[in-house]
């Protein structure tokens, strides 16, 4: 029986057990019967939603997009294949940069799709106007900085290129108690209605378009936890005791904040100026 779960203290072990072999064939099988499209995306957004972000970028074999905390690198394929476009990925995780560049030579797409460890909250290590589009899918709210974030983001995508990103914006009353289990293990920058769109307008970037993915996400979290439950055993073993039950009610609170429509999941869409 593995122990490797109960040594989990920090990002730094959640992302090494996270990014292991043994946990990746788990998390295959679990997301698998939590979305039916699952292609290997770690977030909460459904394969049906990553399609139409990636689409609303409206790029082609002409472009390049950046992509980021691209994680795994399933999503960043799945936009090359999709698109025929070029993908640069950024994660600050090391385990999940190297996970990314394995899977890209298996898929044969190195050519297209490279990935370099990087901190998203620092200057980007990219020339200005160096990418056709820019795309993080449920990676801004874990940004401190908004501002200085978009502002980056502007800097290094052309004028007239597109932006498209998700984020968890408070639509009712939540306790710091409910917070603290909804987000275990990372920063969370909580904004509110009408907070992106006018940094995204200080940025430089049009808003295009949003689009309310609350739905989307409850329904997520409840097939989530229900199938951790269904591999309780393997679970436990994998992750300890402790690290499962943290897990488990975190999608839980994240079904009922949905749920309930108290933390709301939306996707934007906007064009650099």
């Known amino acids: 029986m593995s122990t490797v779960g109960e040594t ?44 139409r972000l990636f689409d609303g970028l409206e790029v ?7 992509d980021i905390a691209s994680g795994g690198g399933a999503p960043a394929l799945r936009l090359a294949e999709r698109r025929r476009c070029r993908v640069v990925g950024i ?24 990935f370099k460890a990087a901190d998203a909250t620092a200057r980007l290590p990219f020339d200005d106007g160096h990418v056709d589009a820019v795309i993080s899918v449920d990676g801004l709210i874990h940004l401190p900085n908004r501002p200085a974030v978009l502002a980056e983001w502007a800097r290094v995508v052309k004028r007239g ?11 009712a009353p939540i306790m710091n108690t409910e917070l603290a289990i909804r987000s275990p293990d990372f ?22 378009r949003r689009e309310d993915l609350t739905e989307t996400i409850a329904g997520l979290a409840c097939r989530h936890w229900q199938a951790r439950e269904r591999h309780r055993d393997a679970l436990i073993a994998l992750e300890g005791q402790a ?7 975190y999608r839980r609170m994240a079904e009922t904040l949905a749920t309930e429509r108290r ?9 650099r100026g």
Do not use: C
């Open 8 to 51: 989990v203290t920090g990002e730094k072990d959640f992302y090494k057990l996270r990014y292991s072999a043994e946990a990746a064939t788990l998390q295959d099988r679990i997301f698998a019967e939590v979305d039916p499209g699952y292609f290997g995306q770690g977030s909460w957004t459904s394969t049906a939603d990553y399609d």
């Open 60 to 66: 082609g074999p002409e472009h390049v997009v950046l």
């Open 91 to 114: 994660d600050r995780s090391d385990d999940a940069v190297a996970t990314a560049t394995r899977r890209a030579g298996e898929r044969g797409l190195s050519e297209r799709v490279t």
């Open 161 to 171: 290129g597109r932006l498209a990103f998700t984020d968890q914006i408070v639509t």
């Open 187 to 208: 920063p969370f920058l909580i904004t509110m209605p009408g907070y992106n769109e006018a940094q995204l307008a200080l940025a430089g970037f049009h808003l295009k």
């Open 243 to 249: 690290r499962f039950d943290q897990l488990t009610a």
């Open 263 to 271: 933390l709301s999941h939306v996707a934007f869409w906007a064009e």
